[in-house]
């Protein structure tokens, strides 16, 4: 399945654990299971190896590579993990709130799982200890390039996080996350190059007649990249990739598999492939398209399917996932033929592309993968577009229009976003101000309020008005009093308040006191039968009073 969507795919176990999908009570057994699962896998896979069993062999390494997400899923959706890490820490995991700690230790089993799949997978294709070295190093920098945007991500919210007043207004107010999303998104694209060349294995490009040559291919594509770098993978893989958002400036790689494998025209074919995707925008198209799909998606969820049934919201999430994938793969496909395509326009060589892509390809000529066309339909295209000019005209107009249409899309999306996000702001003024303690201040912009939104956060204010002072523990005493009283309204209001105010341990008390507020007692009752501690205890006090 790869790094990239084994990642996606436990990302998205997680988000579907927190939300109340799955399995209650916790099994931390199951984290044995996970580690053990790839091993034992993996002992089948090598067995069918040795007794000939090719096409069974295969199969199983296709079973072993996704063996890590799919262990994690089960984890987190059958086995409650987040559960069993409040239990052993005494710590709620609200993955909801800030990123902090918690969010590690939810994550830490994927990368336990990926880990023993890497060890798995290299016992499969034995060979020497140093071949099977290799191949665990090389799969592990890969996952860590995967990683290291996430965690990229955690440790700028942190740093964030640490101002109170920049954290509330990012939580809370629509178009301050937007904005601080989009600075993590740019500075993460900035960093992106020097990211992957760290987590991967490499070096600066030799300095030798290949390097030269590589110089001249560049001067004729008008192209200056930023560096040239040697992609060490133990000659495991043979690939070129480049990195940047920026037509110049970008960062080109070779592995050393590849570099062993092409002569000096080949090589320089590979390369104006590589500058094709460069001078034709194809990031940028990329970038275009996702934009417009993550703030389209953003505002269906949020004005249409806001309060929606769960399995609503969740079909629809995994038919946009559906949607980028299939659309990211097609339009992958056909940006390759575009840069072969470029390749030949400026080398002038079809035969030496031809070669490399069958040097590359070896016996996956006639394969087609997600962002590749076979090596046979590639050479196809070219023959074709090289003696019919009509044919590659309308070739590249289609692809002009794919590259504008995603720009149009993008600016949609945005549009769409401002117009949201800007109808929401003043409740969120509200909320930032409840959050801060301020609470003249939001009584003021209640008035300013109407609609669903007035009726929701009235009872907030109300509450936190009836107290004592503007401090947590004010709110947390409220709440206490309100509990014992039986007072299940007021309850619920300052639960809500404690959740902003960032009271420990609240949410599972809010989410309880929600139910009641819908009318299902019973609901709450169950969860209330499964909190510890005062909370539970107080809650469980209080329906009974009810009766």
């Known amino acids: 399945m790869g790094p990239v969507l084994s990642v996606i795919a436990a990302l998205v176990a997680l988000t579907l654990a927190q939300g109340g999908a ?12 996970g580690l053990l699962l790839p091993h034992g896998i993996g002992l089948a896979a090598r067995r069918a190896s040795l007794a000939g069993q090719a096409a069974r062999a295969r199969r199983l390494e296709r079973v072993l590579s996704g063996a890590g997400w799919v262990s994690y899923s089960l984890l987190v959706l059958g086995a409650d993990w987040l559960g069993s890490i409040q239990q052993w820490t005494g710590e ?3 993955l ?25 997978s290299a016992r499969v294709h034995g060979g020497t200890p140093l071949m099977r070295r290799q191949l665990r190093s090389f799969q592990a920098r890969l996952l860590l390039a995967c990683c290291a945007p996430i965690g990229l991500v955690v440790g700028l919210s942190l740093l964030v996080g640490q101002s109170p007043w920049l ?13 601080f999303t989009v600075l993590m998104v740019c500075v993460i694209g900035m960093m992106l190059p020097r990211l992957l060349t760290w987590s991967w294995n490499t070096r600066p490009f030799p300095d030798d007649a290949r390097r030269d040559a590589l110089d001249v291919v560049a001067g004729r594509a008008d192209f200056q990249p930023a560096r040239l770098l040697e992609w060490q993978t133990g000659d495991l893989v043979a690939n070129a990739a480049i990195v940047g958002f920026r037509e110049r400036g970008k960062t080109v790689l070779f592995t050393d598999h590849l570099l062993s494998l092409l002569n000096m025209r080949e090589l320089g074919a590979v390369y104006a492939h590589e500058i094709g995707h460069a001078k034709c925008r194809h990031v940028g198209a990329f970038i275009a398209w996702m934009c417009g799909v993550a703030f389209s998606g953003d505002v269906l969820f949020r004005e249409v399917l806001e309060g929606e049934a769960f399995w609503l919201q969740g079909g629809a999430g995994v038919a946009l996932l559906l949607i980028w994938f299939a659309g990211f793969g097609w339009l992958s496909r056909r940006f390759e033929l575009e840069a072969d395509l470029f390749s030949v326009e ?58 504008t249409a995603g720009v149009v899309v993008a600016l949609l999306g945005l549009a769409l976003q401002g117009w949201s996000l800007s109808a929401d702001l003043p409740g969120d003024r509200a909320v930032v101000q409840l959050a801060r303690g301020e609470y003249a201040g939001a009584q003021s912009a209640l008035r ?23 401090t947590a523990a004010a709110v947390r005493g409220g709440l206490v009093a309100a509990l014992e009283a039986g007072d299940l309204d007021r309850a619920w209001a300052l639960a809500e308040l404690a959740l902003l105010r960032e009271v420990v341990g609240v949410r599972p008390l809010a989410e309880a006191l929600g139910q009641v507020r819908e009318g299902d007692t019973a609901g709450a009752r169950e969860q209330a039968r499964g909190q510890e501690g005062a909370w539970g205890l107080l809650l469980r006090a209080a329906l009974d009073a009810q009766e």
């Open 22 to 33: 799955g399995a209650s009570g916790p099994h931390p057994e199951a984290l044995l299971f």
């Open 92 to 94: 709620p995991m609200d």
């Open 96 to 120: 909801d709130s800030w990123p902090d700690r918690g969010l590690v230790y939810a994550l830490a089993p994927f990368l336990l799982f990926e880990v023993s799949v890497i060890y798995a």
């Open 167 to 179: 954290r509330t207004e990012v939580q809370y107010v629509g178009l301050a996350a937007f904005a």
């Open 346 to 403: 400026v080398q002038g060589d079809l035969p030496a592309l031809i070669s490399a892509l069958e040097r590359v390809g070896g016996r996956g000529r006639d394969a087609t993968s997600w962002r590749h066309f076979s090596t046979a339909r590639r050479v196809a295209f070219l023959e074709r577009a090289l003696v019919d000019l009509a044919f590659r005209a309308d070739f590249k107009e289609r692809l002009g229009r794919f590259r």
């Open 448 to 470: 300013r309020l109407d609609g669903a939104e007035a009726r929701e956060l009235e009872p907030l204010v109300l509450a936190a008005r009836s107290l004592p002072d503007a």
